[in-house]
């Protein structure tokens, strides 16, 4: 988890905020992370594959060739470097390792979601999976 600290003037006091959880920089390229708001309405769709991790950008690639950009909930993922894993709850799936993705496809890709922290400028962002929950095959 990175810890950030936002300090403000204000006139006749000071402010600084103590944000918990991922780092909300794109820039940011030692998480590769692409995170969304959470919400209560998930998508229920199951998608089964291999996480891949290529150029800062996470992927879901399956049988096929096929492969979508994995934006995760935030702030229910961690990214677990020394690892290369990713949590999401209870579950952790490592690059390279098959799991089950709970989630939906993205109808537009990555150019109308609210990001959280955006996948970097590299990433194919033309198909994208909302995941909502990770599970092992």
């Known amino acids: 988890m990175v810890n950030r600290y936002i300090c403000a003037a204000l006139p006749g006091a000071g402010a600084c ?18 995170l969304y ?3 209560p309405e998930g998508h229920m769709a199951l998608l ?12 879901v690639a399956v ?11 935030h702030p229910a993922t ?13 579950t952790v799936l490592r690059v390279g390792e098959k799991g089950t993705f709970q989630g939906g496809e993205a109808g537009t890709g990555s150019t109308a979601i609210p990001w959280v922290q955006a996948p970097a400028e590299s990433c194919d962002g033309s198909r994208v999976w909302l995941v909502t929950g990770l599970g092992k095959p």
């Open 48 to 59: 089964r594959g291999t996480l891949e991790l290529e150029d800062s950008c996470l992927y």
């Open 63 to 73: 049988e096929g060739g096929e492969r979508w950009l994995a934006a995760f909930p």
């Open 17 to 34: 905020l103590l944000l918990l959880g991922a780092s909300c920089s794109s820039g940011d390229r030692a998480n590769p992370l692409a």
């Open 78 to 90: 961690e990214w677990i470097a020394g690892d290369r894993a990713v949590r999401v709850e209870d």
């Open 37 to 39: 708001p959470a919400s």
